[in-house]
Nanobody
Framework: QLQLVESGGGLVQPGGSLRLSCAAS????????LGWFRQAPGKEREGVSCISSRGGSTNYLDSVKGRFTISRDNAKNTVYLQMNSVKPEDTAVYYC????????????WGQGTQVTVSA
């Protein structure tokens, strides 16, 4: 079964840190760009970050630049999102996805993990 499974979400205080992981099973992530998206209540899903298939290129939503870092470990078939200095407006369900290229169509979606930033 082809799937992406996120983990690492939870409740974190403003200014804190969290690391999300997304592991693939049933297929290799080697040739895919990998992205993180989020959807807050009442809002549309938005792209947060993306990393190219070889990891040489990354991009970020302006509001998370300097705070979030995307990385990948192809040997572990996993992509990560390190979230630092989190803010209440980062509260959302976070989804990982595989894409043929960043800004391209999503091929596979994960099921999502909730991140709540609150004191």
């Amino acid at each position: 079964q082809l799937q992406l499974v996120e983990s690492g979400g939870g409740l974190v205080q403003p200014g804190g840190s969290l690391r999300l992981s997304c592991a693939a099973s049933g297929f290799s992530l080697d040739y895919y760009a990998l992205g993180w998206f989020r959807q807050a209540p009442g809002k549309e899903r938005e792209g947060v970050s993306c990393i190219s298939s070889r990891g040489g290129s990354t991009n970020y939503l302006d509001s998370v630049k300097g705070r979030f870092t995307i990385s990948r470990d192809n040997a572990k078939n996993t992509v990560y999102l390190q979230m630092n200095s989190v803010k209440p407006e980062d509260t959302a369900v976070y989804y990982c996805a595989s894409l043929n290229y960043c800004k391209g169509p999503v091929v596979y979606w994960g099921q999502g993990t909730q991140v709540t930033v609150s004191a």
